[in-house]
C-alpha cells in the first residue's frame, strides 16, 4: 500500500503536505477467523527529519477466513530543506492469537524528494461528520484538483491520526483519466 516517496514542496517546505500514510495489507489465507490482530510499524535505521505522525500499533478485533485488513500509518516529515533526499528504513508485522507473526520484506526505505510544487493543487471540499464514535464507521470524501494542463502529482490527504480512525476502505475517482479508479491511498502518478 505504500510507494515509499515521501516529500515536501520543491519550492516552499512550509506549503503542501508534509505527512504521508505508509501502509500493509494484511490478509488471512487461513480457513478460520484470526482473532486479535496487531499491526506493527517498527524503524530500522534513524533520521530526525521523518518520524511516526501517530501510533505505531494498529489493532483489529478479528480478520475473517480470506478477508483482508489495511493498517495506516502516518509519517511525518519535519518542514526543513535539510530533509530532502534522506531516507530512513522501516518494516511492518502483523500477529494475531495462535498464529506465527508475519513481517514485511525488509528493507523497505522512505525517501524524501522535493515534490513538484503543489501551488496549482487546490482540495475543494472535505465533508463528513465533524463528532464521531468508538466503533462507528463514518464516511469522508475530499475533492481535488489541479489546474487544467498542470501537475501529473496531486498529493491531497485526509490526515486522520491512527489512533482514532481506522481507514477501512478508499474509493478513488479521477476526471482525467476519465473513468479511472483506485481503492488505495495512493495511485500511479503515471496514469
Not at 505527512?19 to 506493527?40: D, E, I, K, M, W
Not at 535539510?82 to 511492518?92: G, I, L
Not at 525517501?111 to 463528532?131: D, H, M
Amino acid at each position: 500500500m505504500t510507494w515509499d516517496i515521501i516529500g515536501l514542496d520543491s519550492n516552499n517546505v512550509s506549503a503542501g503536505p508534509n505527512s504521508f500514510q505508509a501502509g500493509s495489507r494484511v490478509c488471512n489465507p487461513g480457513p478460520a477467523t484470526l482473532n486479535n490482530v496487531v499491526g506493527s510499524f517498527v524503524w530500522d535505521s534513524s533520521n530526525i527529519y521523518i518520524n511516526l505522525g501517530g501510533s505505531a500499533t494498529n489493532r483489529a478485533r478479528f480478520l475473517a477466513a480470506g478477508a483482508c485488513i489495511d493498517f495506516s500509518y502516518p509519517v511525518a516529515v519535519t518542514r526543513t530543506s535539510a530533509a530532502y533526499n534522506t531516507t530512513r528504513r522501516y518494516h511492518m508485522t502483523a500477529s494475531a492469537d495462535g498464529v506465527a507473526a508475519v513481517s514485511t520484506p525488509t528493507p523497505r526505505e522512505l525517501y524524501v524528494e522535493k515534490l513538484i510544487s503543489q501551488g496549482r493543487n487546490t482540495v475543494t471540499s472535505i465533508t463528513g461528520p465533524s463528532a464521531v464514535t468508538v466503533g462507528q464507521t463514518y464516511q469522508y470524501t475530499l475533492v481535488a484538483s489541479t489546474a487544467t494542463q498542470g501537475y501529473e502529482q496531486l498529493e491531497a490527504f485526509l490526515d486522520l491520526p491512527n489512533v482514532v480512525f481506522q481507514v477501512v476502505s478508499i474509493q478513488t475517482t479521477y476526471s482525467a483519466p476519465s473513468g479511472a479508479t483506485n481503492d488505495k491511498f495512493y495511485a500511479d502518478g503515471c496514469g
